[in-house]
C-alpha cells in the first residue's frame, strides 16, 4: 500500500515538473527546490535581470559583449606611462608625456635608490650637493634649501642618490648618470 502511494507521489511529482519545465525551466527549479528557496531566487533573480537586460535590447549578443568590455576598461586604462620621459624647466608643462606632446614627467622614480623624484622650481643646485647630503636630507626643502640657488625658469630634481637641474625640456635617458623612471599616471 505504501509503495503504491509512493510510486503514485512520484508519478504526479514528475507530471508537475515536466509540465513546468514545458512552460518555463527556471520556474521549475524554484518550485522544485523549496527548501533552499534563498540561493536559487537570488540565481533566478539574477537571470531574470539579465533576460530582461537582453529582452530590452533587440540585438543582445553585442549588447553583453560590450558590457563584458566596460568592464575591463578600467584596469586597461590604469597606469598610463610618459613615454618618453621628459625631464624639463619650471617653464614647461608637467604631467605624462606623449611622442606628441611631451611634458616633463610629474611622477618620476629613481630605480637605484628605490626614492620619488622631488622637484623645486626656479632652484638649481649647488655644485657641492652630493650623495650623503641628499640621503640625509632629502626630500624636506627646509632642509635642502641652503644646497638650492634661485634661478628662473630653471627646475631643480633629486631623489636620494641623484640631483639635476635644468631650464630646457629634455630626455631623461639622455644623462645616463641618472636612473629615473616615470611611475605612471
Ligand atoms: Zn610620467
Ligand atoms: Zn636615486
Known amino acids: 500500500m505504501e509503495k503504491d502511494i ?3 507521489l512520484e508519478e504526479v511529482e514528475n507530471k508537475f515538473i515536466n509540465k513546468n519545465n514545458e512552460d518555463k525551466s527556471r520556474k521549475l527549479l524554484t518550485a522544485h527546490t523549496l527548501s533552499s528557496q534563498s540561493s536559487f531566487r537570488c540565481d533566478s533573480s539574477d537571470y531574470d535581470d539579465i533576460l530582461r537586460d537582453v ?4 540585438d543582445s549578443k553585442p549588447m553583453l559583449s560590450k558590457s563584458l568590455t566596460t568592464n575591463s ?4 586604462s590604469a597606469g598610463i606611462r610618459c613615454f618618453p620621459v621628459y625631464i624639463g624647466g619650471s617653464d614647461h608643462s ?3 608625456s606623449t611622442v606628441g606632446m611631451p611634458r616633463s614627467c610629474s611622477n618620476l622614480h ?3 635608490c628605490d626614492f620619488a623624484v622631488y ?3 626656479n632652484f638649481q643646485w649647488l655644485p657641492d650637493t652630493d650623495y650623503l647630503f641628499l640621503r640625509t636630507n632629502m626630500p624636506e626643502f627646509e632642509r635642502v634649501k ?3 640657488l634661485p634661478l628662473e625658469g630653471c627646475r631643480a630634481y633629486a631623489c ?3 640631483h639635476y637641474a635644468t631650464s630646457i625640456m629634455k630626455e631623461v635617458k639622455s644623462v645616463p648618470v641618472l636612473s629615473w623612471v616615470c611611475r605612471s599616471h
Request: one cysteine or more; aromatic letters at 4%; a negative charge.
Open 55 to 58: 529582452e530590452d535590447h533587440t
Open 110 to 112: 629613481c630605480i637605484s
Open 94 to 96: 608637467s604631467g605624462c
Open 146 to 148: 641652503d644646497h638650492l
Open 119 to 121: 622637484t623645486f622650481d
Open 73 to 76: 576598461s578600467p584596469t586597461a
Open 160 to 162: 636620494q642618490c641623484s
Open 6 to 8: 509512493d510510486e503514485l
